[in-house]
């Protein structure tokens, strides 16, 4: 499963970004999905989850409230909508699948996903 990001930009502080991961042939239907993110000289981190049902979402608390993560209704696009974004938030975004169904029970786990996208750019700054 070969997934693609994009919507990644610079943006200033208090700016919105929304993020697009698709898998090219596939629906995402029968995966649970996330987003993560990983800064410069920083541990990759998770940001969110959706369940293959769409039913259930995670946040990371540091993004609680500002980020929405969604799916269209073919499934075939996993989108993340970023508001009020910090500078904080500059990161290379990754979207991730997993084949388990329980690997979005809580803020999602880079030990739990299979496929990995090569990630897009997101930069917070004035």
């Known amino acids: 499963l070969r997934l693609v990001e994009s919507g990644g930009a610079l943006v200033q502080p208090g700016g919105s970004l929304s993020l697009s991961c698709t898998a090219p042939?596939?629906?995402?239907?029968?995966?649970?999905m996330a987003w993560f993110r990983q800064a410069p000289g920083k541990e990759r981190e998770a940001v969110s989850c959706?369940?293959?049902?769409?039913?259930?979402?995670n946040y990371a608390g540091s993004v609680k409230g500002r980020f929405t993560i969604s799916t269209d209704n073919a499934k075939r696009t996993v989108y993340l909508q970023m508001n009020s974004l910090k500078p904080e938030d500059t990161a290379v975004y990754s979207c991730?699948?997993?084949?388990?169904?329980?690997?979005?029970?809580?803020?999602?786990?880079?030990?739990?996903?299979?496929?990995w996208g090569q990630g897009t750019q997101v930069t917070v700054s004035s």
């Open positions: 991730a699948a997993a084949n388990s169904h329980y690997a979005c029970t809580g803020v999602p786990a880079v030990y739990q996903y299979d496929y």
């Open positions: 959706i369940s293959s049902s769409g039913g259930i979402t």
């Open positions: 042939g596939f629906t995402l239907d029968d995966y649970d």
